[in-house]
């Protein structure tokens, strides 16, 4: 067996501490936070920085940077002002609005109108849930911590109701999760659609993404999407 490498995070360029994160506490399946403005309008982005922290009661976290002005972004901004949010469970049919949906689109635009994807009324919050997610949590803002010196922030939400499509689930049991592949030769073509459509598109060059997934298989095309590494934009 090789000798370990050994990494002081205290003395790395913040990147490098990130791809070492990010590489290593995989599978993530990445999610939209749907959250709506006090105006009205539906913000959509996507994070793989998202977990279950509690049971009972049920509660699901985010962590959301803030923008390089250190202002913070519009889930978070929205999250706060309305008191609820919804996370959407992002599936491998929708991955390309999920890439599109991270372009740093103006507040009052919406990533739903933006990407064509469909925003239906949330049952016991004010957040729209995402009509071609399989999955929706619908949160209640529990609380913010803000953590480090750039104030970044784990948003907890209480999950007061949860929408599922009984495509993904069987005898109770949720089957989108069965089971976890390899899916080199699909992040390639992945990233050979995103870099082809630079010229017609915002999805490189506005969200700069590269994205090699991996993919978590179940049926009905509802396969889980897997991030290896995914930088972009979140709003």
């Not at 049952?123 to 849930?129: D, E, K, Q, W």
């Not at 911590?145 to 948003?155: D, S, T, V, Y």
Request: proline fraction near 8%; include cysteine; charge should be positive.
């Amino acid at each position: 067996m090789s000798e370990h490498l050994h990494f002081d995070p205290a003395t790395m360029d913040p990147r490098a501490v990130y791809r070492l994160l990010v590489g290593s506490v995989v599978p993530r399946p990445i999610g939209w936070a749907s959250t709506a403005s006090g105006a009205g309008v539906a913000n959509l982005a996507p994070f793989s920085f998202f977990t279950v922290v509690c049971v009972a009661p049920p509660m699901i976290s985010l962590t959301i940077m803030r923008k390089a002005d250190g202002s913070e972004k519009h889930t978070l901004k929205n999250a706060r002002a309305t008191g609820d949010f919804c996370f959407n469970v992002v599936t491998l049919p929708v991955w390309k609005q999920m890439v599109d949906s991270a372009n740093g689109f103006p507040e009052d635009d919406s990533e739903f109108s933006e990407t064509g994807l469909t925003p239906i009324p949330g049952l016991r919050v004010r957040a729209p849930r995402v009509k071609e997610a399989p999955i929706h949590f619908e949160c209640r803002l529990e609380r913010v911590i803000e953590l480090g010196p750039k104030r970044q922030a784990l948003m907890i939400g209480e999950v007061v109701h949860i929408d599922v499509d009984p495509g993904v689930m069987t005898d109770g049991y949720m089957t989108c999760a069965s089971s976890i592949r390899s899916a080199a030769s699909t992040a390639s073509s992945m990233r050979r659609s995103v870099t082809s459509s630079s010229a017609r598109s915002t999805t490189a060059v506005r969200a700069s993404a590269v994205l090699t997934p991996r993919l978590q298989e179940g049926p009905h095309d509802h396969a889980l999407l897997l991030p290896h590494i995914v930088r972009c934009r979140r709003q």
